[in-house]
Each structure stands twice: as C-alpha cells, then as structure tokens.
C-alpha cells in the first residue's frame, strides 16, 4: 500500500477563510509531512467538479453572510450531492462557523435571506440581533479527542442540532451553537462542524489527528498515527485556556 498519502480537498479556498482558518489545511498538511507521510491539497472553487472518490479530508472555513450566497447557490449545484456522498463514504470533514452553516439544512440570515444547506447534518440556523464573539472552552464529547477543545467564535448565527447529529462538545465558556443549550458543533460520521476558528487544529493538535487517521483509514490500513512531539501546540492550547478561564472568573457567569 506504500506510504500514506492524505488528499486534502479545500473548499472555497478564497471566499471563505476568516479568523485564520485556513491555518487548519496548513496544519493538517505539516503534521502529516513530520510522519514522512504524503499530502495533496486541492482547492476546488465555485464552478469547479467535485468527485466524491478522490479525496480523504474536506475542508471549509467561516464567511461572512455575503459570500454564503455565493457559496450556497454553488454547493446546491452538484457539490452538494459529492460532499454527502464522500461522508457517507467514510472521508473526514471539518467546517467551521459560515461553512459549517452551508451544511446544514438551511440559514436564515438576520437580513432576512433564507439560504438553503446541503443537509448533511441535521441541523438548522437562523441570524440573530447580537453577535456571539469572544474565546471558548469546549468538554469534547469526541471519543478518541479527550479533554478541553479551545477556539474563537464570531457569529450572529444561531444552530440548534436535530436527532441525526450529536454535539461536539458542551461548552464551558462561550456561546457555542446558540448560546442556550450548552451545545458546540456538531458531528456525523467522520464530519464535523465547530462555530471555532482561530486557527483551530494548531492548538487542537489531537482533534487534527483524529481528522487525519480516520480520513487516511479511507485506504490505508493504520491502527493509529505515530505520535508527534507536541510540546509547543500544547504550550499554545494552555495559553488559550488559562486565557479563556480567566475571562470567565472575571466576568463571574457564563459565557
Ligand atoms: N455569517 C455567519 C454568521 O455571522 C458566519 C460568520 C463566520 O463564519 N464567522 O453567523
């Protein structure tokens, strides 16, 4: 089978990237070019085919509400059916904020426009008056990602999940989903959708590894991914945490 190769697919590479998320492809590539592992990134844009077969991992980041209907009108085109397909199938995917909206099954903004999703989670959203900004805590309820997740959220978009997803986690500062139901993200199968940008998967080093593992197992046959010194990304997520938990004592109630 030869060494692993991991075929990154970035998703709307120029439209929607804010708050550093594009920092998670980098992220991805260099932990599998430490193992000695090949990586493949390809951006796939509006108008462009998607083939459902010939990548593992897919990725999208956050955007504001104005190129959501650039992208939603796109993704409702052919993309929408080789996404659902590629998950279905077993490849990994991470969406955060605007892009893990699009997934959904539709976006209300607060504008008034009503963008319809991919459905691939079941789960709805629809803008609000206020915007959720600030750092977050999450308690993971990812088996195989233990602990405290950490990130930055910036959205007007409220997300409330349906019986076919489960949470990313619950939070332990921030507003998460909604700001009411104590939810963050959101996971089916081997797809994920987070309100964290920041970059997320440079500080979350063990969630990019359950990203990467179970996208490379599409065709490779591995038990686990050789373990990294992450001495410095867990400096890094410490210091977001202390940070967070401080804002907290300080603000004395949640978020
Ligand atoms: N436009 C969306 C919202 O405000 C998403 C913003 C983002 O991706 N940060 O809810």
């Known amino acids: 089978m030869g060494t692993p190769e991991l075929r990154i697919c970035h998703l709307y590479p120029e439209l929607m990237n804010i708050y550093g998320d594009r920092g998670n492809v980098i992220a991805l590539a260099q932990r599998c070019r430490w193992r000695g592992y090949g990586v493949r990134v390809t951006p796939v844009s509006l108008g462009d085919g998607l083939d459902p077969t010939e990548h593992d991992l897919y990725f999208i980041g956050g955007g504001q509400d104005r190129e959501q209907i650039l992208v939603c009108e796109d993704l409702a085109r052919e993309k929408g059916d080789a996404l659902r397909q ?104 081997n797809a994920i959708g987070t309100y964290l940008h920041g970059s997320l998967l440079p500080k979350n080093p063990r969630l990019a590894d359950w990203l990467i593992l179970r996208a490379l197992r599409r065709r490779h046959d591995l038990d686990e991914l050789p373990r990294l010194d992450d001495s410095l990304e867990e400096a890094a997520h410490r210091a977001a945490l202390e940070l967070t938990l401080r804002e907290k004592r300080r603000r004395g109630v949640s978020p």
Do not use: M, W
């Open 86 to 189: 590629a998950v279905e199938d077993g490849a990994a995917l991470l969406s955060i904020c605007g892009g893990f909206q699009l997934l959904g099954d539709h976006f209300l903004t607060y504008t008034g426009e009503d963008l319809p999703g991919i459905s691939l989670f079941d789960a709805k959203t629809a803008g609000g008056d206020a915007r959720f900004i600030g750092n977050v805590a999450v308690e993971s309820g990812l088996e195989g990602v233990e602990g405290v997740l950490v990130g930055f959220e910036n959205h007007s978009g409220r997300t409330y999940l349906g019986s076919g997803c489960r949470p990313l986690g619950g939070v332990i500062r921030g507003y998460g989903n909604n700001g009411e139901d104590g939810q963050e993200g959101c996971v089916y199968r």
